[in-house]
């Protein structure tokens, strides 16, 4: 089992930049690729930006591609999510999630957090 508690959401101004983390316990993190996903109000969960276990390869949605990394601190066995440039349409709850291998669908993976609301204002 692994467990993810998100924190960092809030409200920011439009431009402006927030920074999400994912602390996990449990069973080995540096096993686990690591995903953050998004959901906005009256819309599917979809996919934000994920990093292979070894931390060496990322992706990202190309909605957020410049503006958003993602990356992992082993040490305190941590995702994070900077995200720049915010805009109104980022706008969902943020959830971070964990799997075999670090894919876009969100059926890949294995364990999810609570999630993190982000409100951007325009």
């Known amino acids: 089992q692994v467990q993810l508690v998100e924190s960092g959401g809030g409200l920011v101004q439009a431009g402006g930049s927030l920074r999400l983390s994912c602390a996990a316990s449990?069973?080995?993190?540096?096993?686990?690729?690591m995903g953050w996903f998004r959901q906005a109000p009256g819309k599917e969960r979809e996919f934000v930006a994920a990093?292979?276990?070894?931390?060496?390869?990322?992706y990202y949605a190309d909605s957020v591609k410049g503006r958003f990394t993602i990356s992992r601190e082993y040490a305190k066995n941590t995702v994070y999510l900077q995200m720049n440039s915010l805009k109104a349409e980022d706008t969902a709850v943020y959830y971070c999630?964990?799997?075999?291998?670090?894919?876009?669908?969100?059926?890949?993976?294995?364990?999810w957090g609570q999630g993190t609301q982000v409100t951007v204002s325009s």
């Open positions: 999630a964990a799997g075999p291998v670090a894919l876009r669908d969100q059926k890949d993976y294995d364990y």
């Open positions: 990093i292979t276990w070894r931390g060496g390869i990322t």
């Open positions: 449990g069973r080995t993190f540096s096993s686990y690729a």
